[in-house]
């Protein structure tokens, strides 16, 4: 099996500052690529930025310009820095793995459990 642990949300004011790290551990063969979505309350889940392992990213609108994605191959690591937070910042966010387990094995995604992330007005 194939475990995420994420890290490092919490409360800040608007304007500050958090970096979200997340770790891949166990059965993996490869890893195509990795991300981050979140989800506010009373929302559906969205994704707000990926990373494949050749380097490309993808941003959502809305955090174009204030978040910076960047992934560890070797490491099977994956960070969102977070600047210039707004209250509507304000949701779970969940690592995401879209992994390999063996070579003959096709890719399957993993979730992590979800840190909060809380941006006061």
């Known amino acids: 099996q194939v475990q995420l642990v994420e890290s490092g949300g919490g409360l800040v004011q608007a304007g500050e500052s958090l970096r979200l790290s997340c770790a891949a551990s166990?059965?993996?063969?490869?890893?195509?690529?990795m991300g981050w979505y979140r989800r506010a309350p009373g929302k559906q889940r969205e994704l707000v930025a990926a990373?494949?392992?050749?380097?490309?990213?993808n941003y959502a609108d809305s955090v174009k310009g204030r978040f910076t994605i960047s992934g560890d191959n070797a490491k099977n690591t994956v960070d969102l820095q977070m600047n210039s937070l707004k209250p509507e910042d304000t949701a779970v966010y969940y690592c995401?793995?879209?992994?390999?387990?063996?070579?003959?094995?096709?890719?399957?995604?993993?979730w992590g459990q979800g840190t909060q992330v809380t941006v006061s007005s």
């Open positions: 995401n793995a879209d992994v390999r387990t063996s070579s003959g094995s096709s890719s399957y995604r993993y």
């Open positions: 166990g059965r993996i063969f490869s890893i195509n690529a």
């Open positions: 990373i494949t392992s050749g380097g490309t990213t």
